[in-house]
T-cell receptor, first 114, second 112 residues
Framework: KAGVTQTPRYLIKTRGQQVTLSCSPISGHRSVSWYQQTPGQGLQFLFEYFSETQRNKGNFPGRFSGRQFSNSRSEMNVSTLELGDSALYLC?????????????FGQGTRLTVV | KNQVEQSPQSLIILEGKNCTLQCNYTVSPFSNLRWYKQDTGRGPVSLTIMTFSENTKSNGRYTATLDADTKQSSLHITASQLSDSASYICVVSAGNNNDMRFGAGTRLTVKP
């Protein structure tokens, strides 16, 4: 069974640009969550999608948005990039159940904003 | 204040030695607790997941314990190997919606 796939693995963008990251969950998983990881802040929750609906949202500005498609693949978009958006962006997928469900992480997308 | 506190922040041990990492949490209501291993620049990989009724779970040389009364967990690594060098993250899920709260992690370095 293929794992969680995130593309691209690495990305360099300029301040003010926008970026779209992609996450393909494990086959059969309907929940996809996104996280930002920086050395100073650790892992921070961005949002979670389940069956194409945003189920939870973290404390990030509106420049961060996401969506989920009918095949459970998810994208997150960051507009008007700032230097502080440089981070490792991780997505995790999990199965149908909402409790005690294993979350599987992708390898992440390393975004550098210059 | 973070609801999941890990200690120590970093740790250096010699290959072959054992070590124990700590996780204290205040998350409520408790659903489950997971330990993840994260190599630099890669995604976290699950080591163990424990529910309220479980107080020990092993995965090879990794043994996690949970004391739900004191809200403490530990991850014990036996006979450490160089490949154990990584960050170890404690994650506690709250309530029925699997809302995950992350610790800041312990950075373990195993030296030859």
């Amino acid at each position: 069974k293929a794992g969680v796939t995130q593309t691209p693995r690495y990305l360099i963008k300029t301040r003010g640009q926008q970026v779209t990251l992609s996450c393909s969950p494990i086959s059969g998983h309907r929940s996809v969550s996104w996280y930002q990881q920086t050395p100073g802040q650790g892992l921070q929750f961005l949002f979670e999608y389940f069956s194409e609906t945003q189920r939870n949202k973290g404390n990030f500005p509106g420049r961060f948005s996401g969506r989920q498609f009918s095949n459970s693949r998810s994208e997150m978009n960051v507009s008007t990039l700032e230097l502080g958006d440089s981070a490792l962006y991780l997505c995790a997928s999990s199965g149908r159940g909402r409790t005690n469900t294993e979350a599987f992480f992708g390898q992440g997308t390393r975004l550098t904003v210059v | 204040k973070n609801q999941v506190e890990q200690s120590p922040q970093s740790l250096i041990i010699l290959e072959g030695k054992n070590c124990t990492l700590q996780c204290n949490y205040t998350v409520s209501p408790f659903s489950n607790l997971r330990w993840y291993k994260q190599d630099t620049g890669r995604g976290p990989v699950s080591l163990t997941i424990m529910t309220f009724s479980e107080n020990t779970k092993s995965n090879g040389r990794y043994t996690a314990t949970l004391d739900a009364d004191t809200k403490q967990s530990s991850l014990h690594i036996t006979a450490s190997q160089l490949s154990d060098s990584a960050s170890y993250i404690c994650v506690v899920s709250a309530g029925n919606n699997n809302d995950m709260r992350f610790g800041a992690g312990t950075r373990l370095t195993v030296k030859p």
